[in-house]
């Protein structure tokens, strides 16, 4: 069974579409997370849910808009895409704010070209 | 405010040698820190993390980290480089259960 899964695995698309990028973990985790891997693999959090409510929302473009149904799903919708949002989405997952050191649990990973 | 350097972008080292990322965090409080690798076209996986149990943490794959607070650094190690170890290398910290901040990477290339 996978821990965190995210769907599509690849995204290829021209500038200017509305894509979304869906994430689901099995884990029980209350806590989930989107980053952002760039061509030099530097990680950068975008945002973090607890329980369906936000609760980190880095300085992002607002073209991007996470939605969580429930606190088994994070959703990424991003409006109009451009060339430099090019990159590997990454969800993961955390127990939750109860517990400091608990890792991430992160997913495959989805990899979006725009054209 | 927290954050992790890692020094060396690149780090190469032969099959069957010492291999040695670093780690320099700062923090005002004791941290929580791990390590992550990501080999290519995947995900991060944990490989070890510190949780003040012990200053000496034994992660997956031979791996361990030493927590030293004097010097603000949580080095990795691995007795002998197996071809198999050549991925990207990440070390975070967090101090809240939902923050947590990642240095920039280490890729470890293994020379056969």
């Known amino acids: 069974d996978t821990a965190v899964s995210q769907t599509p695995k690849y995204l290829v698309t021209q500038m200017g579409n509305d894509k979304s990028i869906k994430c689901e973990q099995n884990l029980g985790h209350d806590t989930m997370y989107w980053y952002k891997q760039d061509s030099k693999k530097f990680l950068k959090i975008m945002f973090s849910?607890?329980?369906?409510?936000?609760?980190i929302n880095e300085t992002v473009p607002n073209r991007f808009s996470p939605k969580s149904p429930d606190k088994a799903h994070l959703n990424l919708h991003i409006n109009s895409l451009e060339l430099g949002d090019s990159a590997v989405y990454f969800c993961?997952?955390?127990?939750?704010?109860?517990?400091?050191?608990?890792?991430?649990?992160f997913g495959p990973g989805t990899r979006l070209t725009v054209l | 405010a927290q954050s992790v350097t890692q020094l060396g972008s690149h780090v190469s080292v032969s099959e069957g040698a010492l291999v040695l990322l670093r780690c320099n965090y700062s923090?005002?409080?004791?941290?929580?820190l791990f390590w992550y690798v990501q080999y290519p076209n995947q995900g991060l996986q944990l490989l070890l993390k510190?949780?003040?149990?012990?200053?000496l943490v034994k992660g997956i794959n031979g791996f361990e980290a030493e927590f030293k607070k004097s010097e603000t650094s949580f080095h990795l190690t691995k007795p002998s480089a197996h071809m198999s170890d050549a991925a990207e290398y990440f070390c975070?910290?967090?101090?809240?259960?939902?923050?947590?901040?990642f240095g920039t990477g280490t890729s470890l290339t293994v020379i056969p």
């Open positions: 510190y949780t003040s149990a012990a200053t």
């Open positions: 923090s005002s409080v004791p941290p929580y």
């Open positions: 849910y607890n329980n369906k409510e936000l609760i």
């Open positions: 975070a910290v967090s101090k809240t259960g939902n923050q947590f901040y």
């Open positions: 993961a997952s955390s127990l939750g704010l109860s517990s400091s050191y608990n890792e991430q649990f």
